[in-house]
């Protein structure tokens, strides 16, 4: 087997797949919302969520002077929304309308939740500390649901699946 030495991004393939969510919060103009493969949970007791985003960005700004966020869990199938919403520089309305994104008020923070997800988290900002090109926002979860279903997988860069059983 030959071994070649991978460098930058190429790193983080050998961590997926991942599961893909949107992160959405709401800024002076309104809602926003962002594809992100790196969600992760980083405590049970109290429950907090990580999501990196690159910083500067439209809905990372959101979080950060709102306070809150959602992360809405994609479906299997969902690549088209993922797409969508994770493209640079589209103004959000633009975002909502090409991922033909439903939005639901969330429950306990001043965002919403898109309804095509199988799951859903909302959470309080506790921190934002800047990693390098990426942006972790820490979120103590304020209430999680779920519809059930499978998730949508990064399986590599703008690679896409899902979840197989394993055959015994």
Known sequence: ME??????????TLLTPTTLCLLTARDAQGECVA??????????????????LRPGGRTARAIA????FCVSVLPAGARDIALACGRKGEDQPERFE????????????E????AQAVSW????????PVYGDHQ???GRTLIAQTAGGAPLLMEGRSAFGRFEADEA
């Not at 594809?35 to 990196?52: D, K, Q, R, Y």
């Not at 965002?111 to 898109?114: D, G, H, M, N, S």
Request: hydrophobic share 45%; aromatic share 4%; net charge negative.
């Open 3 to 12: 071994l070649r030495e991978l460098e930058g991004a190429q790193i983080a």
């Open 98 to 109: 090409a991922a033909g994104l439903e939005a639901l008020p969330c429950e306990r923070i």
């Open 65 to 68: 002077e709102s306070g809150c």
């Open 136 to 138: 972790l926002f820490v």
């Open 35 to 52: 594809t992100c493969a790196w969600v992760n949970p980083l405590s049970h007791e109290p429950s907090l969520i990580g999501a990196s």
């Open 121 to 128: 988290i909302e959470c309080e900002l506790l921190d934002m």
């Open 111 to 114: 965002a919403v939740r898109i």
